[in-house]
């Protein structure tokens, strides 16, 4: 009996550092009082509407990149953190035809690049600041 609940405690603990793996890091962090953010969401306490900054660092290839976005009065909302697309060039390779006389002809041909999908490791949120008539900037993602 000990066995398999050694065993299923094992595979509850692997599935679970899979899971904070894939995550990014972002541990939770007060940026203004009442105004709190971690991952993809930011929680806003009181009655001001928050102006929040912030950078995200993507996987290879991807870069680090700012984004902002606005945090309503007392609401908890997703922050638009994203991360491009990262193109890899093709490569090229002979190709070698025979000829209807017997002879080869080499060509040389390239090969298509592909686009790889690149995704959040670290999440750096900045600051917020007060700002009830939301003149500080677009809501933007983190393009750019």
Known sequence: MAQPLTVALGIAALTSAAVA???PQAAA????????????????????IYY??????????????????YVGRRATEQVPISCPSNYQPGTSHSESTMQ??????????QDPGTWDSTYP?????????????????PRTGSAG
Do not use: E, M
Request: hydrophobic content about 30%; some cysteine.
């Open 52 to 69: 929040v900054t912030g950078q995200v660092t993507c996987s290879i290839g991807g870069g680090a990149h700012d984004f902002s976005a």
């Open 29 to 48: 962090k007060d940026l203004a009082s009442g105004v709190s953010c971690s991952d993809y969401t930011c929680r806003n306490d009181t009655d001001d």
């Open 21 to 23: 793996v894939l995550a």
């Open 121 to 137: 490791l670290t999440i750096d949120y900045r600051t917020a600041t007060v700002d009830n008539d939301q003149k500080l900037g």
């Open 100 to 109: 209807p006389d017997g002879t080869w002809q080499n060509n040389q041909v």
